[in-house]
């Protein structure tokens, strides 16, 4: 977690800026007069938004941030008008849960907003949120957009020269085939299992077991990946009560030191969230516990309640990701790699019609996609590779296809950094080399749609760059072979 790379620190100065967004957010709330509950609704809701709104230009983030109390005032009156009524609540809760999935197929705006809606009514659960209380809870949520909104798009607008990673392109498809429909019906399924497991354990606290089932079904698509984070928020939570346990029951909701650590918390949970889910729900839990404490109602027994509680939402998400409408690993895993493949495929062409005099031809982009996908790709195998995973055949084979395609990538990066350089030009024999790395592609993923060489072949001999992009080009070729024989083997069955 703190050995990974954190190029411009981004993930610093987003995790900072979070502390002082929602900080600004809690104060605003605190200075208008409100209560406990709505300060406490004002600081998630502030989280919330800096924490999911994720579209790829400012204007669109801003847009998407405007729209969050569109989203979350009607689930807000819902879940405070059905609160005597169970029966009623929990049906609109997953009515709330399947639209909130379903959206994301409108991309980083339907995400957004569909996780706003949920944590929205889950909040209303945590507080025991009353219709008395509305007016409240409003003026906290709209305070703390303003104040969370100030500070993101205006005292340190970071994506303005950062912008944000580029997000692969997600699967498409038709009705149940569509990954945002398929899991729709998963996480729904999950959902009604964590309901009524969790009132079984608790009439209070049941919802921690749903807000379990519906984050394991965030950035999943398969059974392994669904596993895998659910194992994973399992280890964070466990250590997190831990924690809570020595820092949160002992400070007692005392004001001034629970804020600090909260602000470490808020930190960390901006900060890990890249790299480790493990992590981002270690400071997640520790943080809740923190808000039992404010509110005067944390003791052990609780927090104990909280582990038996999200075991019970892994649990439902595994079995609905199981039983419902399953995807196996391997479908998802070669979908990711393929497209990976297809990516170090475009960003060659792009270099070698740069390299070959097209000024309109820029591998940058591709280089960047690339990268992407690359993300996603990890998460696709992270079951493979998972230290508890048993067969180490399939383990190591899938540690191959990692390790080379992150090969394929430091060669992508450094050809499209020598295709930048304006002396670079074009050689004769750089035309043979994206030839058969065209060629090794196709024995890959079959014929791509863009030609590597789209121009004639220039002078034999030496030119400015050419040794530099041939070198990238012969890496590229050795690495794109030997993936043949990994992707081939037992990690094709997993």
Same mark, same amino acid.
């Given at each position: 977690?703190?050995?990974?790379?954190?190029?411009?620190?981004?993930?610093?100065?987003?995790?900072?800026?979070?502390?002082?967004?929602?900080?600004?957010?809690?104060?605003?709330?605190?200075?208008?007069?409100?209560?406990?509950?709505?300060?406490?609704?004002?600081?998630?809701?502030?989280?919330?938004?800096?924490?999911?709104?994720?579209?790829?230009?400012?204007?669109?983030?801003?847009?998407?941030?405007?729209?969050?109390?569109?989203?979350?005032?009607?689930?807000?009156?819902?879940?405070?008008?059905?609160?005597?009524?169970?029966?009623?609540?929990?049906?609109?809760?997953?009515?709330?849960?399947?639209?909130?999935?379903?959206?994301?197929?409108?991309?980083?705006?339907?995400?957004?907003?569909?996780?706003?809606?949920?944590?929205?009514?889950?909040?209303?659960?945590?507080?025991?949120?009353?219709?008395?209380?509305?007016?409240?809870?409003?003026?906290?949520?709209?305070?703390?957009?303003?104040?969370?909104?100030?500070?993101?798009?205006?005292?340190?607008?970071?994506?303005?020269?950062?912008?944000?990673?580029?997000?692969?392109?997600?699967?498409?498809?038709?009705?149940?085939?569509?990954?945002?429909?398929?899991?729709?019906?998963?996480?729904?399924?999950?959902?009604?299992?964590?309901?009524?497991?969790?009132?079984?354990?608790?009439?209070?606290?049941?919802?921690?077991?749903?807000?379990?089932?519906?984050?394991?079904?965030?950035?999943?698509?398969?059974?392994?990946?669904?596993?895998?984070?659910?194992?994973?928020?399992?280890?964070?939570?466990?250590?997190?009560?831990?924690?809570?346990?020595?820092?949160?029951?002992?400070?007692?909701?005392?004001?001034?030191?629970?804020?600090?650590?909260?602000?470490?918390?808020?930190?960390?949970?901006?900060?890990?969230?890249?790299?480790?889910?493990?992590?981002?729900?270690?400071?997640?839990?520790?943080?809740?516990?923190?808000?039992?404490?404010?509110?005067?109602?944390?003791?052990?027994?609780?927090?104990?309640?909280?582990?038996?509680?999200?075991?019970?939402?892994?649990?439902?998400?595994?079995?609905?990701?199981?039983?419902?409408?399953?995807?196996?690993?391997?479908?998802?895993?070669?979908?990711?790699?393929?497209?990976?493949?297809?990516?170090?495929?475009?960003?060659?062409?792009?270099?070698?019609?740069?390299?070959?005099?097209?000024?309109?031809?820029?591998?940058?982009?591709?280089?960047?996609?690339?990268?992407?996908?690359?993300?996603?790709?990890?998460?696709?195998?992270?079951?493979?590779?998972?230290?508890?995973?048993?067969?180490?055949?399939?383990?190591?084979?899938?540690?191959?296809?990692?390790?080379?395609?992150?090969?394929?990538?430091?060669?992508?990066?450094?050809?499209?950094?020598? !295709?930048?350089?304006?002396?670079?030009?074009?050689?004769?024999?750089?035309?043979?080399?994206?030839?058969?790395?065209?060629?090794?592609?196709?024995?890959?993923?079959? !014929?791509?749609?863009?030609?590597?060489?789209?121009?004639?072949?220039?002078?034999?001999?030496?030119?400015?760059?050419?040794?530099?992009?041939?070198?990238?080009?012969?890496?590229?070729?050795?690495?794109?072979?030997?993936?043949?024989?990994?992707?081939?083997?037992?990690?094709?069955?997993?």
């Amino acid at each position: 977690m703190f050995m990974a790379p954190d190029p411009g620190l981004l993930r610093l100065r987003i995790a900072l800026r979070a502390v002082l967004g929602i900080g600004l957010a809690v104060t605003a709330s605190e200075l208008a007069g409100l209560s406990l509950p709505a300060s406490i609704t004002g600081g998630l809701t502030a989280l919330l938004a800096l924490f999911t709104v994720g579209d790829p230009t400012v204007r669109g983030q801003a847009l998407t941030t405007a729209l969050l109390p569109a989203v979350g005032f009607p689930v807000l009156a819902l879940a405070a008008v059905l609160h005597a009524v169970p029966t009623v609540r929990d049906a609109v809760w997953l009515a709330v849960v399947f639209g909130g999935v379903y959206a994301r197929r409108w991309g980083p705006r339907g995400h957004a907003l569909g996780i706003f809606a949920f944590m929205t009514f889950f909040v209303a659960q945590f507080l025991h949120a009353v219709p008395g209380l509305l007016p409240q809870l409003y003026a906290a949520t709209a305070l703390s957009l303003a104040a969370s909104s100030a500070v993101r798009f205006g005292v340190w607008c970071v994506e303005r020269r950062t912008p944000p990673p580029l997000a692969p392109a997600a699967p498409t498809g038709r009705g149940l085939s569509r990954p945002t429909t398929r899991q729709a019906f998963q996480a729904t399924a999950a959902c009604a299992f964590a309901i009524a497991a969790g009132q079984l354990l608790s009439h209070e606290r049941w919802y921690w077991a749903v807000g379990t089932a519906w984050w394991i079904f965030v950035n999943t698509s398969s059974r392994g990946e669904t596993l895998v984070r659910g194992f994973r928020r399992v280890v964070g939570t466990v250590t997190g009560i831990a924690a809570g346990l020595l820092v949160a029951v002992p400070l007692d909701g005392a004001p001034a030191p629970t804020a600090a650590i909260v602000a470490v918390c808020v930190w960390g949970i901006f900060y890990t969230a890249p790299l480790s889910y493990s992590w981002m729900m270690f400071f997640v839990t520790v943080l809740a516990g923190l808000l039992y404490g404010l509110l005067g109602v944390l003791d052990p027994a609780l927090l104990a309640l909280r582990v038996t509680e999200t075991a019970v939402g892994a649990l439902g998400a595994v079995l609905a990701v199981a039983l419902v409408l399953p995807v196996t690993t391997h479908a998802v895993t070669d979908r990711w790699v393929g497209q990976a493949v297809r990516a170090v495929h475009g960003c060659t062409a792009a270099a070698a019609r740069r390299l070959a005099g097209d000024p309109g031809a820029d591998p940058a982009p591709r280089a960047a996609e690339l990268e992407a996908v690359l993300g996603r790709v990890r998460l696709a195998l992270a079951p493979l590779v998972h230290p508890l995973n048993p067969v180490r055949a399939r383990k190591e084979r899938a540690r191959q296809v990692l390790a080379l395609l992150d090969d394929c990538a430091r060669e992508v990066r450094g050809l499209a950094a020598v !295709a930048a350089d304006p002396d670079a030009s074009h050689d004769a024999r750089l035309t043979a080399a994206c030839g058969r790395v065209e060629a090794a592609v196709e024995v890959l993923v079959g !014929a791509v749609p863009e030609r590597a060489v789209t121009t004639a072949a220039g002078v034999p001999g030496h030119h400015p760059g050419a040794e530099q992009a041939l070198a990238h080009l012969h890496g590229l070729e050795r690495a794109l072979a030997a993936l043949a024989a990994p992707l081939r083997g037992p990690l094709a069955s997993a």
